[in-house]
């Protein structure tokens, strides 16, 4: 994100050279530790992987844990702090890879039946989150108004890597469901543009205004969009059947590359990378409205690789959110916290779906539906990765932020994750 990196720029820029060089002589560790550290993150994320299959808890849970008791705080396996690049490539790449395959599951025919609930509860349902939960913050931790805010930003949204498999195994009603994963991936990328004004606001030395904030906003949404659909569209046609699909073999390796040329050229030029991969994601997903097609070997070989792929993802964002937890910290904050995910679960979610679904008389949504709706609000990647950045920048209030945010994620795959199943029978939201 452009703002995060003028901001590390920033704090770079006010550090003496005696201390510059104090932190690289610290940070000056072999790269076989390095290596050696990837390697016991792969590993925790294999055994933490089967054992939530075991016992039924999500994976991302596990993931958590594992990293809080390999990371600095217990045994010190894993410590990505001295390695700040890498730490900042596995947020960054892995949430655009997830936010990539999210756009991939939306069908366009039937988000067009849904598109007026979808587009307010990924937009407007984000920024009355965020005033909810951070006006809650506000009074229940007494922290300045735009930190508060900031936190709000940060668990606003919602989380396709942890909603798409619930739904791979639950059968839900195909638009009930297409619309919970469309605005999964959409509020992603709004959260995570809320986020970045809110941070440039709080760190940046020069104010921003309201006006320039919007404007900004808008131009960062734009450039995404039309960054992200020209991209697919490029990787789409050279491997596709067509005459000109001359790498249709290397269609897998494709979206990598898709994802790291869609959010890095969005940025550059002042746009959203995360609703840019998630366009990309989009279009490709959809790829047969534009006529195109991948070969049948290398589509299904794509599947594997990109489950492959976003599976590592989650696993090293959620073991590196776990190993930054302060203990302390959570002891302290617990509590509140844990009221915070209450309040983010049992009022502002409820508000978000009623205000945001009344204008939409097309859907036809029923009582049940809205109820399932607003049950199902899993907090995960994105917020794990912006919390990430947070604590690395140490921006003040973070260690609460941090606390936080873990329990949010928590609280939510534990009690509404796994309660999915029983949820749906109970409403009647099952398909026939």
Known sequence: MKFVKDIYRNLTNNVGEGEFMGEMNTASISANELLLIMASISVLGVVGGWIGEKIKIPDVVIYLLCGVAFGPAILNVVNIDAFPIVNELILTFGSAFILYEGGREVKLKVLNEVKVSV???????????????GISAYFIFSLPISTSILLGAIVASTDPASLIPVFRKVPIRNKLKQT????????????????????????LTEKIGLAHTTLQLIFMILIG???GTGIALIGIALSSDKKFGIFYEYAPIISV????????????????????????????????RFGLWVPDESYVSGIHFRENIATIARMSIFIVLGSHLDINSLLKYGMNSFIIALILMLIARPIVVIICTAFDKRAAWTKNEKLFMMWVRETGVIPAALSGIVVSMEVPGYEIISATVFMTI???????????????????VLEK
Do not use: C, H, P, W
């Open 225 to 227: 969009v039309l960054v």
């Open 257 to 288: 590359i898709i994802v790291i040329f869609a959010y890095e050229v969005s940025e550059r030029f002042g746009g959203s990378g995360y609703m840019s991969v998630f366009i990309a994601g989009l279009v490709y997903g959809n790829k047969k």
């Open 180 to 203: 919970i994963i469309s605005e999964s991936a959409f509020n992603d990328a709004f959260g995570a543009i809320l986020f970045t004004s809110v941070l440039a606001g709080i760190t």
């Open 410 to 428: 928590v609280v939510t795959l534990i009690v509404q994750a796994s309660t999915t199943n029983i949820v749906a029978k109970k409403l009647d």
């Open 119 to 133: 587009g307010l509860l990924a937009s407007l349902g984000v920024f009355i989150t965020a005033g909810i939960v």
